[in-house]
């Protein structure tokens, strides 16, 4: 094997624990000896777990001496819940580290390649970069702007709406794209809808995997009034999720009360002019509490509120075989403000239904 396929191979250890991590990023590691054997793998499973290089370098042992390790992130150079990998990697004897990216947190960013070089360590960075960028994308976000990544699932009919009148429960899409948005709630650290979409569809949000997620999953309902019922399904199971309820001051203290009672947090935000939720303050404050990640399951003017605002990172839209028609039919999104070049990188078909998926191009 070269380095291109261990590079691979670190990033599969990587990838394997999607959905776990947050809100730190998803990493793998390799340890290669000098006839080219691996003789070291690990795989950073969860927030203050063991590291990957760690994990990896003790399964080398003294196999470790004048080795390669390959990884998938620059391998920390501070104290935070573990001690830093590079003290670790030095002390293993390796003599070559083979890194796809830096990390982009300001308290390693370059720090960690610099001390290994610094013990003469020889470093390699670069080697499929894109691919372990795209990996952690939402991490990166993140750590580089300060807001959550946030990913926005739509779903509508062939002629663009959602459903035939104002106030109608329809389901769309099938079974096979049900999954799908399953796995996407996984992948993320929350789902938002706006209240609309609780009034008329009372949704539960939970994710349902083959495994549990690590690290609680949020729902959060944007709900700038206090409207929310307090029989909604949302308010009632805390245990298999967290529910968030983003508002403003206009939320009357007695509803704040019940629902607080009920386990539901409540974060209260900035209103706009128009008495909304400022979606600025709101993913601020996401971020602050350790959200690194929001998926939008919201209906037409939440959806239009984010792409407005230049806020969504990533589109998943899910195209039903139906159409809807007729004058009253609401339309999948609502008046976006401005133009969003889109950068496709899946269209395929999921049971009956299209899945275009694309990322916003910066």
Request: with cysteine.
């Amino acid at each position: 094997m070269n380095d291109e396929q261990h590079m691979k191979l670190a990033l599969k250890l990587a990838q394997a624990h999607v959905g776990q991590t947050s809100p730190n990023p998803m990493v793998g590691a390799l340890v290669v000896d000098r006839g080219g054997e691996i003789v070291g793998r690990g795989a950073y499973e969860k927030a203050g777990a063991e590291h990957a290089e760690v994990m990896a370098l003790r399964e080398a042992g003294e196999k470790a001496r004048g080795a390669t390790l390959y990884v998938t992130l620059e391998p920390c150079s501070h104290h935070g819940r573990t001690p830093p990998c590079v003290d670790a990697i030095v002390a293993a004897g390796i003599s070559r580290v083979v890194s796809a990216m830096e990390d982009p947190d300001k308290r390693v960013r370059g720090a960690g390649f610099a001390k290994l070089r610094s013990h003469n360590v020889n470093v390699e960075v670069g080697l499929l970069a894109e691919q372990a960028a795209r990996m952690n994308r939402m991490y990166v976000h993140h750590r580089t702007t300060g807001r959550p990544f946030v990913s926005l699932k739509m779903a509508q009919s062939l002629d663009g709406s959602v459903a035939s009148r104002a106030g109608e429960r329809r389901q769309l899409t099938g079974k096979p794209a049900e999954r799908y948005t399953r796995l996407l709630r996984y992948e993320h650290d929350a789902v938002m809808v706006g209240i609309g979409t609780v009034l008329v569809d009372d949704p539960l949000l939970t994710v349902r995997p083959n495994k549990p997620r690590a690290v609680p999953y949020k729902r959060i309902v944007v709900d700038a009034r206090g409207r929310i019922p307090l029989k909604a399904k949302i308010t009632k199971d805390q245990a298999r999720a967290r529910t968030i309820v983003t508002t403003t001051d206009l939320m009357p203290a007695v509803t704040r009360e019940a629902l607080e009672k009920r386990g539901v947090t409540i974060l209260e935000c900035a209103r706009t002019s128009d008495d909304c939720v400022d979606i600025n303050d709101l993913l601020a404050k996401l971020a602050n509490v350790d959200i690194i990640s929001v998926l939008c399951e919201g209906g037409p003017t939440l959806g239009a509120s984010l792409l407005s605002g230049g806020h969504v990172n990533e589109v998943d839209w899910l195209i039903a075989p139906v159409l809807l028609g007729g004058p009253e039919a609401i339309p999948v999104i609502g008046n976006v403000t401005r133009e969003l070049p889109v950068r496709l990188h899946t269209v395929r078909r999921l049971g009956d239904d299209v899945l275009v998926a694309a990322e916003i191009v910066r």
